[in-house]
Each structure stands twice: as C-alpha cells, then as structure tokens.
C-alpha cells in the first residue's frame, strides 16, 4: 500500500490588532481620571479619552472621577472585553476604541411629610435589587451602569421604585412610584 501524499496547508495569517487610539467611558461622564505611562489623562464630556501617540501601547491604570465636590461618583466595574483588572496593556486590547466601564451614583435622600429624619424607611424595587432607604440619610444610589451588548457597552439607567414604607413596628405598602437619582435629589414618598 503506497503512502499518501502528505496535503498541504496554507498558510494563516492573523491580522495585527488595531491601535486603541480612544478610550470611552461608559456612561459617558467627563473627567474621569485614566493614567498610561505616567501621563494623566482626563474624559471629555462625551466620556472620551484621545490618547497621545506616544501613550498607545502603554499600560492604562483606571482611576475614577476626579471631579470635586463629589456631586457623583464612579464605580469601575470593568473592560469592555469583560476584564476586571484597574491596569491593563493597551495592547492587549483591540481597537481604535477601548471601552471602560463604570456605574455611575448620584447622592439622593428621601422625604415623607413631617416625620423626622430616621424614624422612618422605604423600600425601592429595582434592577439591581431591593433598596432599603431611611429617611431624611443621603445615601449614594446607582443611576446608570455600564452594559454589554452586541455592539458594545451600553448604558442602562435604573429606575427605582417605591413600594412600601415603614415606620416602627408598621409596614405599609404604597401607590407604586417611580424615581431616577439626580445629583443631590430629594425623593418625597407619600406614606
């Protein structure tokens, strides 16, 4: 029996990676602080961060909002390729665009009438979860965060809703009603 002849292969060629030129912040918030190669570099309004020639294949390290007063705040969740890691090689990414995301919280407080503050509590639905604010404490609440999809990261707002209030041993429900935090908003829930 004769041996086959052996098949030849083509070569493959994989394409290089594009140069990240641009980082994007998801949410799109401006002065976000991200660092590469010892240079600080700060997002526009539009959340966009051009990156100098000399920066593109350094490492980029995360810093967060560097806006004060603190009327909000950043939370870094992760890459737009999923990584969880604040310092990441440019080249390690594809672009020209790299995108980072964050959830964004804005600094709220709820009200109720005239009961004073901390004697009472409300409980919010949301799609993050169930919220357990007390009145009258300013508490940091989510009101957008960085999603994947498709094409990209996304950004998803969070509604909060209120559903029941609570004052001592009594637990009331109440009319279903919606809020979306704001910087240094006040939410008035009717008991």
Known sequence: M??????????TTVAPKAEVTHLQIVPAVRDVIVVVNGNRYTSD???????AP???????????????????HMDFIGWGDGDTHVVRPLDSLTGPLAQIAF?????VQTAAGTIPPGQATVVFDTT????????????WLVASRAVASPAGLVTEPV????????????????AATNFTPSPEAVWVVVP
């Open 2 to 11: 004769a041996a086959e002849a052996p098949t030849a292969v083509a070569p």
């Open 45 to 51: 309004p539009d959340g966009t961060i051009a990156l």
């Open 103 to 107: 959830s964004l919280s804005y600094r």
């Open 159 to 174: 509604v909060y809703t209120a559903l029941s209030f609570t004052r001592g041993p009594t637990t009331t429900p109440i």
């Open 128 to 139: 993050i979860g169930r919220q357990v604010l007390t009145i009258g404490q300013p508490e």
């Open 54 to 72: 000399a920066d593109r294949h350094g490492d980029a390290e995360v810093f967060g909002l560097g806006a004060s007063p603190p009327l909000e």
